[in-house]
C-alpha cells in the first residue's frame, strides 16, 4: 500500500495552507466577531483555484481527484472553519450536483463561474420540518399547463444561500405522489433573482459565524422545466448521493479542526511556565497532547482512505459515513483538551482555541447527524 501523497497533492496542501497562513488567518477572529462572509476572500480562493479542483477541465476546472479537495477543504479547516464551511459547501453542495447529475447546458451554463468562484450555489434540502428526515419536505412544485413549474415552500440552515455572490439554489421538491402517497421528488435549479424567491441571512449563530447560513422561501416561484435537474423524479437518489461525497468534506473539516487545536494546545504547553516548567512537560498534558496527536493521525489515514476508496471508483458510502462521524467525534475530543490545556485563557475570545471549540460543534450535525451515520453505518454492515 502506498500513502505518499502525489506531488501535485503536496503542492495543493502547501498552497492553501499557506494561503489560509497569509490571508485567513489574520482576519478570521474580526470576521468571526462581526458575523461577516467575505467577499473577498471568497473571491481570493476562487482566485487561488480550490473550488474547481474536482471539476473538469473543458468546464474551467482543474480536473483533479476528491483526495486534493479534502486536502484543500483541510487546511482551510486547520485556520478557519469558517472559509473551510464556505469551499466545502460550495464544491460538494454547489458545484458537485451540479457536475454529477447536470445536463450538458446546465453544466455549461453554470460550471465555469462556479469553478472560478464567480458564483456559488446553495444546495436546498433541510426544512424546518424535514431534517435528518429529508423525505418529509413539504416544499412543493406543481407543473403548470405550459409546462412550467411553481414552487412553493422554505428552507433552513442553508449554506452560500444569500451572500453577494449567491447565483442560484438547487432545490429538492415534491413534484407529485404515487397512488399509496409517497412523495416523488424533483431537484430543481432557481437562480437567484427569480421572482417570488428570496434569501434571509442567518444571525447569532454559535459557530461558523463568518460563513453565510441562510433561510430560503419560495412564493409562487416559477421556473421553466429545463430548470429540472437532471431528470424528474430522481431528486431523492440525486440528494443521497451528493451527501455520501459530501460527508468526507465535512470529515476534512473536522480533521483539519483538529489538527488546528492540537497545534494550538501544543505551541501553548510548550510556552505555559507552571511550577517552574512548560505544561509540556508534565505527563498528564504530555499525554493529552500525544492522545491527540494518534486520534488525528488515525482520522487523517481513514479519511484519506475513504477518498481513495471513491477515487477508484469503488464503493465507498459506508466509508464516508465512518470518515464524517470519526473526524468530526475527534474534532470534538481535540478542541475539548485543547481548551482544557489551555485553562481559563481557552474560554476567552482572545484565543483562537475557543472559536476552534464552537466551530466543531455543527460537524455531528451538518450533513447528517452522528446519529444517522450510526444508522447508516449500521445497514451497511447488516443490522
Given at each position: 500500500?502506498d500513502?505518499?501523497?502525489?506531488?501535485?497533492?503536496?503542492d495543493?496542501?502547501d498552497t492553501?495552507?499557506?494561503?489560509?497562513?497569509?490571508?485567513?488567518?489574520?482576519?478570521?477572529?474580526?470576521?468571526d466577531?462581526?458575523e461577516?462572509?467575505?467577499v473577498?476572500?471568497?473571491r481570493?480562493?476562487?482566485a487561488?483555484?480550490?473550488?474547481?479542483?474536482?471539476?473538469?477541465?473543458?468546464?474551467?476546472?482543474s480536473?483533479l481527484?476528491?483526495?486534493?479537495?479534502?486536502?484543500?477543504?483541510?487546511?482551510?479547516?486547520?485556520?478557519?472553519?469558517?472559509?473551510?464551511?464556505?469551499v466545502?459547501a460550495?464544491?460538494?453542495?454547489g458545484?458537485?450536483?451540479?457536475?454529477?447529475?447536470?445536463?450538458?447546458?446546465?453544466?455549461?451554463?453554470?460550471?465555469?463561474?462556479?469553478?472560478?468562484?464567480?458564483?456559488?450555489?446553495?444546495?436546498?434540502?433541510?426544512e424546518?420540518?424535514?431534517?435528518?428526515?429529508?423525505?418529509?419536505?413539504?416544499?412543493?412544485?406543481?407543473?403548470?399547463?405550459?409546462?412550467?413549474w411553481?414552487?412553493d415552500?422554505?428552507?433552513?440552515?442553508?449554506?452560500?444561500?444569500?451572500?453577494?455572490?449567491?447565483?442560484?439554489?438547487?432545490?429538492?421538491?415534491?413534484?407529485?405522489?404515487?397512488?399509496?402517497?409517497d412523495?416523488?421528488?424533483t431537484?430543481?435549479?432557481?437562480?437567484k433573482?427569480?421572482?417570488?424567491?428570496?434569501?434571509?441571512r442567518?444571525?447569532?449563530?454559535?459557530?461558523?459565524?463568518a460563513?453565510?447560513?441562510?433561510?430560503?422561501?419560495?412564493?409562487k416561484v416559477t421556473?421553466?422545466?429545463?430548470?429540472?435537474?437532471?431528470?424528474?423524479?430522481?431528486?431523492?437518489?440525486?440528494?443521497?448521493?451528493t451527501?455520501?461525497?459530501?460527508r468526507?468534506?465535512?470529515?476534512?473539516m473536522?480533521?483539519g479542526?483538529?489538527?488546528?487545536?492540537?497545534?494550538l494546545?501544543?505551541?501553548?504547553?510548550?510556552?505555559?511556565?507552571?511550577?517552574?516548567?512548560?505544561?509540556?512537560?508534565?505527563?498528564?498534558?504530555?499525554f493529552?497532547l500525544?492522545?491527540?496527536?494518534?486520534?488525528?493521525?488515525h482520522?487523517?489515514?481513514?479519511l484519506?482512505?475513504?477518498?481513495?476508496?471513491?477515487?477508484?471508483?469503488?464503493?465507498?458510502?459506508k466509508?464516508?459515513?465512518?470518515?464524517?462521524?470519526?473526524?468530526?467525534?475527534?474534532?470534538?475530543?481535540?478542541?475539548?483538551?485543547?481548551?482544557?490545556?489551555?485553562?481559563?485563557?481557552?474560554?476567552?475570545?482572545?484565543?483562537?482555541?475557543?472559536?476552534?471549540?464552537?466551530?466543531?460543534?455543527?460537524?455531528?450535525?451538518?450533513?447528517?447527524?452522528?446519529?444517522i451515520?450510526?444508522?447508516?453505518i449500521?445497514r451497511?454492515?447488516?443490522?
Amino acid at each position: 500500500m502506498d500513502f505518499e501523497l502525489s506531488d501535485a497533492q503536496k503542492d495543493i496542501r502547501d498552497t492553501v495552507r499557506k494561503f489560509a497562513e497569509a490571508k485567513i488567518k489574520p482576519l478570521a477572529h474580526e470576521l468571526d466577531e462581526k458575523e461577516e462572509f467575505s467577499v473577498e476572500l471568497t473571491r481570493q480562493l476562487g482566485a487561488l483555484g480550490v473550488f474547481g479542483l474536482i471539476v473538469p477541465e473543458e468546464f474551467g476546472g482543474s480536473g483533479l481527484d476528491y483526495t486534493s479537495y479534502c486536502i484543500a477543504v483541510e487546511e482551510l479547516a486547520r485556520v478557519d472553519g469558517s472559509q473551510a464551511a464556505t469551499v466545502a459547501a460550495g464544491v460538494s453542495l454547489g458545484v458537485a450536483p451540479m457536475l454529477y447529475f447536470g445536463t450538458d447546458e446546465q453544466k455549461k451554463q453554470w460550471l465555469p463561474k462556479l469553478a472560478a468562484g464567480e458564483q456559488l450555489f446553495a444546495f436546498g434540502l433541510t426544512e424546518p420540518d424535514a431534517g435528518s428526515d429529508s423525505r418529509g419536505s413539504r416544499t412543493k412544485a406543481v407543473k403548470n399547463a405550459d409546462g412550467t413549474w411553481t414552487i412553493d415552500g422554505s428552507k433552513i440552515f442553508i449554506t452560500n444561500g444569500s451572500n453577494e455572490l449567491t447565483g442560484g439554489v438547487i432545490v429538492q421538491a415534491v413534484s407529485d405522489r404515487n397512488a399509496n402517497g409517497d412523495p416523488e421528488f424533483t431537484c430543481f435549479i432557481v437562480p437567484k433573482g427569480t421572482p417570488g424567491f428570496t434569501a434571509k441571512r442567518m444571525h447569532k449563530k454559535l459557530m461558523w459565524r463568518a460563513s453565510d447560513t441562510a433561510e430560503l422561501y419560495f412564493d409562487k416561484v416559477t421556473v421553466p422545466d429545463s430548470a429540472i435537474l437532471g431528470k424528474r423524479g430522481t431528486g431523492s437518489r440525486q440528494m443521497l448521493k451528493t451527501l455520501d461525497s459530501g460527508r468526507l468534506s465535512i470529515a476534512a473539516m473536522g480533521l483539519g479542526c483538529a489538527q488546528g487545536a492540537y497545534e494550538l494546545a501544543l505551541a501553548y504547553a510548550q510556552k505555559r511556565v507552571q511550577f517552574g516548567k512548560p505544561l509540556s512537560r508534565f505527563q498528564a498534558i504530555s499525554f493529552k497532547l500525544a492522545d491527540m496527536a494518534m486520534k488525528i493521525e488515525h482520522a487523517r489515514v481513514f479519511l484519506y482512505k475513504a477518498c481513495w476508496l471513491r477515487d477508484t471508483k469503488q464503493p465507498f458510502g459506508k466509508e464516508s459515513a465512518m470518515a464524517k462521524l470519526y473526524c468530526s467525534e475527534v474534532a470534538q475530543w481535540v478542541a475539548n483538551e485543547a481548551v482544557q490545556i489551555h485553562g481559563g485563557y481557552g474560554l476567552m475570545k482572545e484565543f483562537d482555541v475557543e472559536r476552534f471549540y464552537r466551530d466543531q460543534r455543527l460537524l455531528q450535525i451538518g450533513e447528517g447527524t452522528s446519529e444517522i451515520q450510526r444508522l447508516v453505518i449500521s445497514r451497511a454492515i447488516g443490522c
